[in-house]
């Protein structure tokens, strides 16, 4: 069974929310942050660029960890870390992952992995199955404060087509 197929079949237990390692934590004390497009190489490997190496590097993460983003399309690319912290809140807002078979079939590909001089790193076949990520073609990787998502560019690009922002108050407007 798909990790897709899976969530389908899954109850997820009431609202999504997205996990997020900053409340609280005291391991990570660098916030990640941009849009850094990149292209898969050959043999499952991506070159990160080198402004995301260079947040690593700052930030003192010497491994990441490539996992599925539930109910999402893409890959978390979590620093070494921040992990444990980063699976308890992903359990915590998808409940049939703290299930054998939720942890099988979502957190058993992943595995901690380190950056060459050239800042490559190896992505396991499962996870980038799961997340469209083929070779010669492009890639996205974006810094969400507490880790990195990986999205193939094109899958990406149909998410942000589809995505509405909230309505903001214009800078002159005032309450009634």
């Not at 005291?26 to 292209?39: I, M, Q």
């Not at 893409?74 to 070494?80: C, D, E, I």
């Not at 703290?98 to 992505?123: F, N």
């Amino acid at each position: 069974m798909s990790p897709r197929e899976f969530a389908k079949d899954s109850d997820l237990g009431g609202r999504v929310r997205r996990p997020n390692a900053l409340a609280g934590r005291d391991n990570l004390s660098y916030a990640f942050c941009g849009r850094h497009e990149t292209t898969v190489l050959r043999k499952g490997r991506i070159r990160l660029p080198v402004e995301v190496t260079r947040q690593l590097r700052v930030a003192g993460v010497e491994a990441i960890w490539p996992a599925i983003l539930p109910k999402e399309e893409g890959l978390a690319l979590v620093p070494h870390c921040e992990w444990d912290r980063w699976v308890l809140n992903v359990q915590r807002s998808f409940p049939f992952l703290d299930t054998p078979e939720g942890r099988r079939v979502y957190m058993a590909p992943s595995r901690p992995t380190r950056w060459d001089r050239d800042g490559r790193i190896w992505i396991p076949k499962e996870l980038r199955d799961y997340a469209n990520i083929r070779g010669g073609e492009p890639a996205v990787v974006l810094g969400l404060s507490d880790h990195f998502e990986l999205w193939d560019a094109d899958v990406l690009g149909e998410i942000s087509k589809r995505w509405v922002p909230p309505e903001w108050p214009s800078a002159g407007a005032t309450k009634r």
